[in-house]
T-cell receptor, first 115, second 111 residues
Framework: GAVVSQHPSWVICKSGTSVKIECRSLDFQATTMFWYRQFPKQSLMLMATSNEGSKATYEQGVEKDKFLINHASLTLSTLTVTSAHPEDSSFYIC???????????FGQGTRLTVV | QKEVEQDPGPLSVPEGAIVSLNCTYSNSAFQYFMWYRQYSRKGPELLMYTYSSGNKEDGRFTAQVDKSSKYISLFIRDSQPSDSATYLCAANPGGYQKVTFGTGTKLQVIP
């Protein structure tokens, strides 16, 4: 089946620094990718939708200047958490649509800890 | 009110038991209903999906949707310790619109 590879799987960074998370579709082209954040014992919350070659669409309440999304190619989308703070510590997951009308393929997730 | 409600559990069952996982939803526009399995510290994996009301079976797993009562169910027969994971129900109206997830139910199958 289709594979979405997310890297890194975990990262620890100092407060105030930036962290980049990569999401690659390994055997298919993804014109759209979704970025989620998941806090412990909570649902996946959609942060933004990245579209290849155009600006990302952010959900209400998500700071687009803080969470920079780039979808420069059909196989790569990146999320950069800028000036990270401890409250940004979370599990970040990307996903790509399958052949149906919803996301079917998720990356492995990235656990971000800001100290 | 959350659009998709799910009991977080945890739910512990003995190996071989039939497991019933349930969700309710409030958005009448939802047409696709999905179940994902998520192991600890991993991304979700799509298990099954159904379109509109009805049942769908895949091996030991059966997904059921009743749109009249806005109820989503996943049944696991002959549960195995390897089924231990968090199960997330989800729904969307289709057309690549936003998917709304439940909080997930943590299942533990005890050998």
């Amino acid at each position: 089946g289709a594979v979405v590879s997310q890297h890194p799987s975990w990262v620890i960074c100092k407060s105030g620094t930036s962290v980049k998370i990569e999401c690659r579709s390994l055997d298919f082209q993804a014109t759209t990718m979704f970025w989620y954040r998941q806090f412990p014992k909570q649902s996946l919350m959609l942060m933004a939708t990245s579209n290849e070659g155009s600006k990302a669409t952010y959900e209400q309440g998500v700071e687009k200047d803080k969470f920079l999304i780039n979808h420069a190619s059909l196989t790569l989308s990146t999320l950069t958490v800028t000036s990270a703070h401890p409250e940004d510590s979370s599990f970040y997951i990307c996903s790509a649509p399958g052949t149906g009308a919803f996301e079917a393929f998720f990356g492995q997730g990235t656990r971000l800890t800001v100290v | 009110q959350k659009e998709v409600e799910q009991d977080p559990g945890p739910l512990s069952v003995p190996e071989g038991a039939i497991v019933s996982l349930n969700c309710t939803y409030s958005n009448s526009a939802f047409q696709y209903f999905m179940w994902y399995r998520q192991y600890s510290r991993k991304g979700p994996e799509l298990l099954m999906y159904t379109y509109s009301s009805g049942n769908k079976e895949d091996g030991r797993f059966t997904a059921q949707v009743d749109k009249s009562s806005k109820y989503i169910s996943l049944f696991i027969r002959d549960s195995q310790p390897s089924d231990s994971a968090t199960y997330l129900c989800a729904a969307n109206p289709g057309g690549y619109q936003k998917v709304t997830f439940g909080t997930g139910t943590k299942l533990q199958v005890i050998p």
